[in-house]
C-alpha cells in the first residue's frame, strides 16, 4: 500500500494512460480523486473504481478554482490531460500548413492545462510543504515532429515548467517535488484516428514502432508504474527529472533484431 494515506488526483482519468494512473493508485491505498471533461466517462469510471470524481475542463481556470474548493489539500496530482489534435481525423499540424485555431487548441488543453495544474498542486500541498506532482509528457516533447508540431511544442514546453516548478518549491523550502513522465508510442484511444481500422491496421502499427528497439507499442500499466514510483514516499530525492519510456527509442541506434 505505496500510497496509503495519500489524496490523489489525477486528470484526464476516464481513459488511456490516466485510467490506468487512477487504478494503480487506488491499489495501492490512495484516496483518487478522477477528474474529466468526459463526464458520462467519468460516471463509467466512478462505477468501476469506487473513486470520487470530478468534472474538469483543464482549460479553464475556474474550473481548477472550483476544484480547489472541492480539494484543498492534497498529495499528488497527475497533470495527464492531453490532447494530439488529431481526435476528429486527421488535419494539417506541420509547421506550414497548421491553423493557428489549431495551434492554440492543442496547447490550451496540454500546456495551460499543465501550467493550470501546477498552479493548483501548490497551493494544495504548501500547507504541509509537501508532495508530488507528476506531469505527463511525451518523447515528442524531447525531439522534432514534423506532422504534430504544436503537439510536439508542448510537450517540450511541460518539460521545461516541469524543471521550473521543481525549482521554485525548493527554493521556497518546500519537499513538493515535480518530475516528468515522457512516453513514446502508449496504446491508447489517441492513436486510434492514425490507425484506423481498416486492414492495413496491422500494416500502420508495425510501421510506427519499426525503428523502436523493443518493437512494440507500450502499455498504459508501464506508464502508471513510473507515475506511481513518483507519487509515492520512495521517490522523495528526485524532482525536476525526465524519465522516458520508448522501449529504448533514444538510446541511440535502434537495435534491428536478428
Same mark, same amino acid.
Given at each position: 500500500?505505496?500510497?496509503?494515506? @495519500?489524496?490523489?488526483?489525477?486528470?484526464?482519468?476516464?481513459?488511456?494512460?490516466?485510467?490506468?494512473?487512477?487504478?494503480?493508485?487506488?491499489?495501492?491505498?490512495?484516496?483518487?480523486?478522477?477528474?474529466?471533461?468526459?463526464?458520462?466517462?467519468?460516471?463509467?469510471?466512478?462505477?468501476?473504481?469506487?473513486?470520487?470524481?470530478?468534472?474538469?475542463?483543464?482549460?479553464?481556470?475556474?474550473?481548477?478554482?472550483?476544484?480547489?474548493?472541492?480539494?484543498?489539500?492534497?498529495?499528488?496530482?497527475?497533470?495527464?490531460?492531453?490532447?494530439?489534435?488529431?481526435?476528429?481525423?486527421?488535419?494539417?499540424?506541420?509547421?506550414?500548413?497548421?491553423?493557428?485555431?489549431?495551434?492554440?487548441?492543442?496547447?490550451?488543453?496540454?500546456?495551460?492545462?499543465?501550467?493550470?495544474?501546477?498552479?493548483?498542486?501548490?497551493?494544495?500541498?504548501?500547507?504541509?510543504?509537501?508532495?508530488?506532482?507528476?506531469?505527463?509528457?511525451?518523447?515528442?516533447?524531447?525531439?522534432?515532429?514534423?506532422?504534430?508540431?504544436?503537439?510536439?511544442?508542448? @510537450?517540450?514546453?511541460?518539460?521545461?515548467?516541469?524543471?521550473?516548478?521543481?525549482?521554485?518549491?525548493?527554493?521556497?523550502?518546500?519537499?513538493?517535488?515535480?518530475?516528468?513522465?515522457?512516453?513514446?508510442?502508449?496504446?491508447?484511444?489517441?492513436?486510434?484516428?492514425?490507425?484506423?481500422?481498416?486492414?492495413?491496421?496491422?500494416?500502420?502499427?508495425?510501421?510506427?514502432?519499426?525503428?523502436?528497439?523493443?518493437?512494440?507499442?507500450?502499455?498504459?500499466?508501464?506508464?502508471?508504474?513510473?507515475?506511481?514510483?513518483?507519487?509515492?514516499?520512495?521517490?522523495?530525492?528526485?524532482?525536476?527529472?525526465?524519465?522516458?519510456?520508448?522501449?529504448?527509442?533514444?538510446?541511440?541506434?535502434?537495435?534491428?533484431?536478428?
Amino acid at each position: 500500500m505505496r500510497l496509503a494515506g @495519500k489524496t490523489c488526483v489525477v486528470t484526464g482519468a476516464a481513459r488511456g494512460i490516466g485510467r490506468a494512473i487512477a487504478e494503480a493508485f487506488g491499489r495501492e491505498g490512495a484516496t483518487v480523486i478522477a477528474t474529466d471533461a468526459d463526464a458520462a466517462a467519468l460516471a463509467d469510471l466512478e462505477a468501476a473504481l469506487g473513486c470520487r470524481t470530478f468534472p474538469l475542463d483543464v482549460r479553464s481556470e475556474e474550473a481548477w478554482d472550483a476544484l480547489e474548493r472541492f480539494a484543498p489539500a492534497v498529495d499528488v496530482v497527475v497533470n495527464n490531460a492531453g490532447v494530439t489534435g488529431f481526435e476528429d481525423g486527421m488535419v494539417a499540424h506541420d509547421p506550414e500548413h497548421a491553423t493557428l485555431a489549431d495551434w492554440r487548441a492543442v496547447h490550451a488543453v496540454n500546456l495551460d492545462g499543465t501550467f493550470l495544474g501546477c498552479r493548483y498542486a501548490i497551493r494544495a500541498m504548501k500547507a504541509r510543504s509537501a508532495g508530488s506532482i507528476v506531469n505527463i509528457a511525451s518523447r515528442s516533447g524531447l525531439v522534432g515532429i514534423p506532422g504534430a508540431a504544436a503537439y510536439a511544442s508542448s @510537450k517540450a514546453a511541460i518539460r521545461n515548467h516541469t524543471k521550473t516548478v521543481a525549482l521554485y518549491c525548493a527554493q521556497q523550502g518546500w519537499t513538493i517535488r515535480c518530475n516528468a513522465i515522457h512516453p513514446a508510442a502508449i496504446l491508447t484511444g489517441m492513436w486510434e484516428p492514425m490507425l484506423g481500422t481498416g486492414p492495413d491496421r496491422q500494416a500502420r502499427m508495425d510501421a510506427l514502432v519499426a525503428d523502436t528497439p523493443l518493437r512494440r507499442f507500450g502499455r498504459p500499466d508501464e506508464v502508471a508504474a513510473v507515475a506511481l514510483m513518483l507519487a509515492s514516499d520512495e521517490a522523495t530525492y528526485i524532482t525536476g527529472a525526465d524519465i522516458t519510456l520508448d522501449g529504448g527509442l533514444l538510446a541511440g541506434s535502434a537495435a534491428v533484431p536478428g
